[in-house]
Structures are given as structure tokens and as C-alpha cells.
């Protein structure tokens, strides 16, 4: 039986490093949330064990470019060397078909996004770190950029972190399961409506 409601579109952003991927997989583990991940589109090098057409589209800078000038993109950005972008199209077809589309985005990206997206349908949620301390040992702990890189990404969250009030949510990812359960609260008050 065919879904005739239109899914929601759920943004949850945050610095680098606070666990968004970690508090999505757990999300992703209720049937009942209906979500669909939405994948972005990266000109950067796979991390260790990300895969093509799962983690992200990896494409060239030139055909992104291209797809910048198509207006291919729901919110694209450009850091540390390379774009990331969520391409339009995919997301709009998930949400006509009544899936609940996940967008896990950096915070300058849910910006475009929810200027773009103005409908009720929309849940932003900002996933905020415990403490700045806490962040730089998740990031460092990733073991996958040099020095320079991460204090890149800690000065971005500095400022990222005063941007929360922009966001129709703020959930503290202190602890994994409580954030996923959070979220997954807002998230069915939201399909109820």
C-alpha cells in the first residue's frame, strides 16, 4: 500500500566530530521512524570503510561544479578542499514516495536548506557535544586528518555551536542512546501532526 502523505524532511546538523553518523545508525535501527537516508554528494577521498553510493556519492569537482550551475543542489559547501552537497532531486523523490528523508549535514549546509524548505514538513535538529573538550577527543580519535585540519574543524564548531538557536530543536549527544531516543521522540511528534 502506497504512502499518499508527503514524508518529512529531517535535518540534523552539528560540528564535525559531535557523533551525528553514530546517533543516525541508531535511528535507523526503528522501522516504525519510516527514514531514509539522505545521501550527500562529496568530492572528497572515502574515508576507511565508507562506500560509494552508501556513506556518499564521490564524484569529481568538475561534474559538482556542473551540478552547482544546474541548481542540482537542496544546500552545497565547500570546506577543507572540497564541496559536499545534497543533490535536489533524490531528496524530493524519497519524500513523494511518504519516506521521512534524513539529511545528517554540516551547519552552513541545513542553513541553505531551511531557507530553501519552508514547508511544515521540515524538522531541524541541532546535536550539540558535551563539552568542546569532549569534541576534540572524538575528532582526534578519528585518527583521519592532520593537525592543521583539526584545529580547522574545532575553530568552525566554536562558531557553529552559537548558531543552535536556529534550529527548531538542540539535543546534547552526551550519551549515544539518549540522544537517538531524543530524537526519535521528536521525530514521531512530528509524524503525528
Do not use: H, W
Request: with cysteine; aromatic share 8%; charged share 35%.
Amino acid at each position: 500500500m502506497e504512502n499518499s502523505k508527503r514524508g518529512l524532511l529531517i535535518v540534523l546538523s552539528g560540528p564535525s566530530g559531535v557523533g551525528k553518523g553514530t546517533v543516525r545508525k541508531v535511528l535507523f535501527k526503528d522501522p516504525s521512524l519510516n527514514l531514509v537516508y539522505s545521501i550527500s554528494m562529496t568530492t572528497r577521498n572515502p574515508r576507511k570503510k565508507e562506500q560509494e553510493g552508501k556513506d556518499y556519492f564521490f564524484v569529481t569537482k568538475e561534474e559538482f561544479e556542473k551540478g552547482i550551475k544546474n541548481e542540482q543542489f537542496l544546500e552545497y559547501a565547500f570546506f577543507v578542499g572540497n564541496y559536499y552537497g545534497t543533490p535536489k532531486n533524490y531528496v524530493e523523490r524519497l519524500r513523494n514516495e511518504g519516506k521521512n528523508v534524513f539529511l545528517e549535514i554540516e551547519v552552513e549546509g541545513a542553513r541553505q536548506v531551511l531557507e530553501k524548505c519552508k514547508d511544515e514538513d521540515v524538522v531541524s535538529i541541532f546535536l550539540l557535544p558535551p563539552s568542546l573538550e569532549e569534541l576534540e577527543r572524538r575528532i582526534r580519535g578519528r585518527k583521519s586528518e592532520s593537525e592543521e585540519i583539526i584545529q580547522e574543524r574545532l575553530m568552525k564548531a566554536r562558531r557553529e555551536i552559537g548558531l543552535k538557536d536556529r534550529y527548531q530543536y538542540a539535543v546534547m549527544n552526551k550519551n549515544i542512546q539518549k540522544a537517538a531516543k531524543e530524537i526519535a521522540q521528536i521525530i514521531r511528534s512530528r509524524m503525528d501532526k
